[in-house]
């Protein structure tokens, strides 16, 4: 049986599944960050302040999910950050996930360090 990304429900699922699936090289490459990962820890630290206020059994007719970003309006509140060397992962890394933001309704930033031509993604 494939698993599918729609099993994965946080985080931390996905990065067990990923140190499973790549080699240690690439997986270090993947999950780390660059100096002495500063802004890893400062981001992970600032998710932890942010709480969700679950409410079960509220019927929304239509949830909104879009949001306006830098005066662009976005269906999904989620920008994909740059990647560099996004081929490493997969060969048409930058392509497929450039593709997969516009599929969402969302934004994606290309990396100065793409493999792939800005005129191809």
Do not use: C, W
């Not at 049986?1 to 599944?17: D, E, F, I, W």
């Not at 790549?22 to 942010?50: C, H, K, M, W």
């Not at 997969?90 to 290309?110: L, N, Y």
């Amino acid at each position: 049986m494939k698993r599918t990304a729609a099993k994965l429900h946080n985080v931390g699922g996905a990065r067990s599944r990923a140190i499973r699936a790549l080699p240690r090289v690439l997986f270090d490459f993947v999950d780390g960050g660059s100096d002495d990962e500063i802004t890893i820890r400062e981001n992970r630290r600032a998710y932890q302040d942010v709480a969700f206020r679950p409410r079960a059994a509220v019927y929304i007719a239509e949830p909104q999910y879009s949001a306006t970003v830098l005066g662009a309006k976005l269906s999904l509140p989620v920008i994909l950050a740059p990647i560099g060397a996004l081929r490493l992962v997969h060969p048409d890394g930058d392509r497929v996930a450039f593709r997969a933001a516009g599929d969402f309704g969302t934004a994606a930033v290309m990396s100065t360090a793409s493999g792939t031509p800005l005129e191809d993604v």
